[in-house]
């Protein structure tokens, strides 16, 4: 399915071709939550980097958030980088170079009608803010972390294509 997205300002413009374009997941994780969660979570898309087309690149900026290490003393960097608008600050979409055929645009930040869920999956809700009430239907799925099965895993599970 071909999304267009942009930014609040429209400083940033961007369209991409994505075969899971059903906004499923939440992620109530510290980062996403304070760069892109205005509900207390934020919900990324899948699509193909290579299709990704992006017009006002000098307005974007990236953002490499820090993560504990596993000692809980220290951090390190994240190896994904969120791209944001330098004038209005939307956050935009997440790529990683781990899974460089991969970029996950923010569902907040696509203009084209996304098609609604049948459910949604609630991810790392074991970090979530205590002012955030999860919400969601009695079939939604609930992790501390992430869920067992991936994104392309759920779409074809729900017999979405596209």
């Not at 979409?93 to 645009?105: G, I, K, N, R």
């Not at 923010?106 to 459910?119: Q, W």
């Amino acid at each position: 399915m071909h999304l267009e997205g942009s930014c609040h300002c429209g400083s940033v413009k961007f369209a991409v071709e994505s075969d899971s374009p059903v906004p499923f997941m939440r992620c109530y994780c510290s980062i996403c939550r304070k760069t892109a969660g205005a509900g207390g979570y934020a919900i990324n898309l899948g699509a193909a980097t290579r299709t990704m087309k992006v017009r006002g690149k000098r307005h974007l900026r990236i953002y490499l958030a820090r993560i504990p290490d596993d000692d809980g003393v220290g951090t390190h960097p994240s190896s994904a980088r969120r791209y944001f608008c330098a004038r209005c600050g939307s956050a935009l979409w997440l790529w990683d170079p781990t899974w460089p055929e991969l970029v996950h645009p923010h569902a907040s930040a696509i203009d084209t009608p996304l098609p609604t869920p049948p459910e949604h999956v609630h991810c790392l809700v074991g970090s979530k803010a205590p002012w955030v009430e999860i919400e969601g239907g009695p079939n939604d799925l609930r992790f501390d972390h992430f869920p067992d099965m991936s994104r392309a895993q759920w779409h074809k599970s729900k017999g979405f294509s596209y």
